[in-house]
């Protein structure tokens, strides 16, 4: 089987973190092997889609086992692993609920790496990174993706413009004003920095400007929140110099 095409649209599909391949027998871990078993109800020969962050999406059938460990073979392969484009999200923290909204939409738009940044006007300074991790691996289950992005320990600004790449385009939604984002956007390595939703201190605004090869942007004439002004940067950068067009 090359596609999906004979499986119906209900066949469970879920993440699994271990290497896929033809022919592998694996054992589910407890969660993953209670939703099959119990919530979705999956006998032996039922089949259940797979994908693993590294070499694509699989078939695989139910081989037995428990609601603790149930044990799937791997039939075929669906498709390979999709190519995102090389674009960070650096964001600022924010409340529960939102910042795992932005996570969310990090996996959905084709994000490849999700980078929390401390600012100075940060309320939250600490954040749960596995939470965030199963809310991209929730999303991508749902969404099709066979990507994850990549989950970036927490940095401070002054530490992540210290030891900016010289060769990554720095876009960052700047409330004072700045270039429009389709003067900003271009294919290549790039990063979006999203300030808090009290915005930018001066300094922080100067030293931003201040690496090579960053550019202040604007969203639009009406104020927008952190989570929202993130997923349309994203969205905007995607459709102009990522792999929507």
């Known amino acids: 089987m090359s596609s999906d095409e004979r499986l119906p649209a209900s066949t469970p599909r879920l993440f699994v973190d271990q290497p896929l391949g033809l022919g592998a027998a694996i ?40 609601r603790k460990a149930l044990g799937i073979r791997i039939e075929a392969q669906l498709g390979v692993r999709e190519t995102v484009p090389d674009l960070w999200l650096c964001a600022a923290p924010l409340k529960r609920g939102r910042i795992d909204w932005v996570a969310e939409k ?11 940044v401390l600012t100075a006007r940060t309320v939250v300074d ?7 991790r199963a809310h991209m691996i ?25 030891d900016w790449p010289a060769d990554r385009t720095l876009i960052f939604a700047d409330e004072t004003g ?22 930018f201190t001066p300094a922080e605004r100067d030293a931003v400007r201040a690496v090579q090869g960053s550019i202040g942007v604007s969203l639009g004439p009406r104020i927008l929140r952190a989570d929202t002004a993130a997923a349309v940067s994203v969205g905007l950068w995607q459709a102009l110099a990522g792999d929507w067009n």
Do not use: Y
Not at 38 to 47: C, H, I, K, Q, S
Not at 106 to 116: D, F, I, S
């Open 178 to 199: 700045g270039a429009p984002f389709t003067e900003a956007a271009r294919p290549g390595p790039t990063a979006i920095l999203i300030g808090p939703e009290g915005g």
């Open 27 to 66: 054992v589910l871990p407890t969660p993953a092997s209670h939703f099959l078993a119990t919530v979705m109800r999956l006998n032996p020969g039922d089949a259940v889609r797979l994908f693993d962050d590294r070499t694509g999406e699989w078939l695989g059938r139910v081989d037995g086992g428990t």
């Open 138 to 162: 929730e999303a991508a289950e749902q969404c099709g993706r066979t990507a994850l992005p990549e989950m970036s320990e927490t940095l401070t600004l002054a530490a992540l413009l210290r």
């Open 106 to 116: 990090a996996c959905e738009l084709g994000v490849a790496r999700l980078v929390p």
């Open 126 to 132: 600490k954040l749960n990174l596995d939470r965030l």
